[in-house]
């Protein structure tokens, strides 16, 4: 399988003292959607940066469709679509007139017309960006990405700020540019967009990738895809240790509200669960279940929560 | 040739954005011509001003007053002690005659009107009583345009408009394109940083080329300026002053990531120049000492050589040295520029 993106070692300290890239391994294949997935602070802007070319790494090496930044930049520039984690577009240019410009800056690509349509501003051609809705300025920002008809498209926390029917809209165009066979990736610090976009996920804490897989197969490495919360009256009476020792039980954790489990079958760990509190004389003031998320992967690996930052 | 040509498009973008402002639009092309107007009506040749004298009762005053009244400028009236050296005091009058056996003359020798009036009734009434002038004169009045205060302003606010253009139109511009780090987003891709800088320099121009012409048309037309040199040599200088000025706009932007910080450093290249370089009055005026400073400064040079080719019509080449001060502060603005910019 051929790679898009790969960077081993990668280092990047700032003024000699945050470092915030601390040994990043990678490999994207082509043709995938690859997720860094991480709280705010995690390095993955930094990361994604390097990889673009706008950042120098402290160290490591990076290669971008078998070429590096620094030799073959220009060839670079015209096989990836780049969509920073902020940019304000001029105002008062229309939409057209924006894509015309960046439409300019590549030797080969798309009619603006043409990518107008696939990210849905047809209507909006003659509109100034300043009147765009926040989720329409950032189809405008992913179309100023893909018309110059990228192979690899970086996508720095798209979804961020937009409203849910934004964000499906925004997931629609980036699983259609991959059905053409390019290859996306991406940073988010939403579990639910690296499980419904990503083929693959990194998760990164710290400038490090801590856990790297299949959004399924991350879950699945907590043991339990399920996962069963409860709350007792009167606080934290039933010690970890009995709980984790319950049938089916994988893992178990006081979250500081509530007790929380990672469970293989349900239907099993639950009426341990019912028979141990009841032999214990305590009651339970409150139950869920629900599937495992890439959230609960983060929480089994870190102890934290990806919003808590 | 390319349907999206990068260079083209870029300053189309420029042209777009700047038409689409309004306030910039007044700022750029229309503050100029209201300063003109505000200027040149406040410093518009006036008639000659009248004198206003007094003469203290006397016997004698009748006679005195005829004599000085063959001078139509000088308004003369006899009035009493006590309201002479009030009026004198107020300002109402800028001399007091008293008569006896001399005249004595009574004035304030700070005041610019008394020393005139002075000189004025003296000369008045020696003639009267049959002095001879040994030197002969005559006298030829110069009100012509070309003299007048309007035909030094006017080139003056033309240099001072090529540098607001050259600091707001590239080093704001670009400040505020890198804090909305779009900048660093055009440079993800493949364009030229040269087209960039080249796009920016050609819209300068373009800009450059109608406040030259707003400006002297507007001066002709109200003020009835005569344009003495050739358009050719004045579109010339103001080329070179106006990449002087892109130049050092270039550098002004080269580092700075907020605007606050661009507008300061703005204001600190501005500010001397708007005082120093002979825009609203001539640099010949501050002291001698200091002179090379200021004739070195790139708006004196600038606003010197328009003044000599549009006022008197000098030849391009008479102006090298102009020219070659401002081409320095050009050249070596976007060297600095080009080897510290940030583009994020």
């Given at each position: ?309 | ?35 003109a107007i505000g200027l040149g009506i406040a410093f518009r040749n006036q008639p000659q001003e009248k004198i206003f004298v007094g003469v203290i009762e006397d016997p004698a005053a009748a006679t005195t007053v005829e004599r000085l009244q063959a001078n139509p400028a000088i308004h003369v009236e006899i009035v009493s002690p006590e309201a002479a050296s009030k009026a004198l005091r107020m300002g109402r009058l800028s001399l007091v005659l008293a008569l006896g056996h001399s005249v004595e003359y009574r004035y304030d020798p700070t005041r610019p009107d008394s020393l005139l009036a002075r000189s004025q009734v003296d000369a008045a009434l020696q003639k009267a009583a049959g002095r001879q002038d040994p030197i002969a004169v005559s006298e030829k009045q110069v009100t012509e345009p070309g003299a007048r205060y309007i035909d030094f302003l006017i ?67 109200a003020f009835g300026m005569i ?53 609203f009055f001539s640099?010949e005026r ?25 006022l ?33």
């Open positions: 399988m051929t790679l898009a993106v790969r960077c081993s070692q990668l280092c990047k300290r700032y003024d000699n003292k945050l470092e915030a890239v601390k040994g990043l391994e990678l490999e994207v294949h082509a043709g995938e959607c690859f997720g860094l997935l991480g709280p705010n602070g995690a390095g993955k802007t930094t990361t994604i940066e390097i990889l673009e070319g706008l950042l120098e790494p402290t160290s490591g090496v990076v290669e971008i469709l078998g070429r590096r930044w620094g030799t073959d930049d220009r060839e670079l520039r015209e096989l990836l679509g780049i969509c920073l984690q902020e940019t304000k577009l001029p105002e008062k240019l229309t939409v057209l007139e924006i894509l015309q410009l960046f439409r300019s800056f590549y030797a080969t690509g798309q009619e603006p017309a043409a990518i107008m349509q696939k990210v849905a501003l047809s209507e909006k051609a003659q509109t100034w960006v300043t009147k765009l809705s926040g989720g329409q300025k950032q189809r405008l920002a992913v179309a100023c990405a893909l018309v110059g008809n990228p192979r690899i498209l970086f996508l720095d926390e798209p979804t961020t700020g937009l409203d849910p029917q934004s964000r499906r809209q925004l997931w629609d165009i980036v699983r259609e540019f991959k059905q053409n066979g390019g290859t996306v990736m991406l940073t988010t610090h939403y579990m639910d967009e690296a499980e419904r976009l990503c083929d693959r996920v990194a998760i990164v804490d710290q400038g490090r990738v801590i856990a790297l897989g299949t959004p399924a197969e991350l879950i699945a490495g907590l043991g339990g895809e399920h996962v069963v919360e409860f709350t007792l009256d009167g606080g934290n009476g039933l010690p970890i240790a009995e709980v984790s020792g319950l049938r089916s039980v994988r893992s178990a954790r006081w979250e500081g509200e509530c007790y929380s489990l990672n469970v293989g079958e349900p239907h099993i760990a639950i009426p341990a669960l019912i028979h141990t509190v009841r032999d214990r004389g305590l009651s339970l003031a409150g139950l869920t279940t629900r599937h495992a998320s890439l959230e609960d992967v983060f929480v089994t690996l870190t102890g934290r929560h990806l919003r808590d930052q | 040739m390319r349907r999206y040509h990068p260079l083209r498009e870029l300053v189309l973008c420029r042209f777009r954005e700047f038409a689409r402002e309004p306030e910039v639009v007044f700022w750029v092309f229309g503050f100029p011509l209201l300063l080139p003056g606010l033309l240099g001072m408009n090529l540098m607001g253009g050259g600091m707001w139109g590239i080093g704001f511009v670009i400040v505020d394109m890198r804090s909305k780090k779009l900048l660093k987003r055009i440079i993800a891709t493949p364009m030229r940083k040269s087209d960039f800088m080249l796009a920016m320099f050609t819209s300068r121009m373009a800009f450059m080329l109608v406040e030259v012409v707003i400006l002297l048309i507007f001066g002709w037309l344009i003495r040199g050739s358009w050719a040599s004045i579109v010339a200088v103001a080329f070179v002053g106006c990449m002087s000025f892109a130049g050092i706009g270039l550098l002004v932007s080269s580092r700075a990531q907020k605007i606050e910080t661009v507008s300061g450093l703005m204001n600190l290249v501005m500010l001397p120049m708007y005082v120093l370089s002979g825009v640099a501050f002291p001698q000492t200091v002179q090379p400073l200021i004739q070195a400064l790139p708006l004196t040079a600038l606003n010197n050589a328009l003044r000599a080719v549009i008197e019509g000098s030849y391009l080449s008479s102006q090298a040295g102009a020219l070659a001060i401002m081409a320095t502060w050009g050249i070596v603005g976007y060297l600095l520029a080009i080897r510290w910019f940030r583009w994020n």
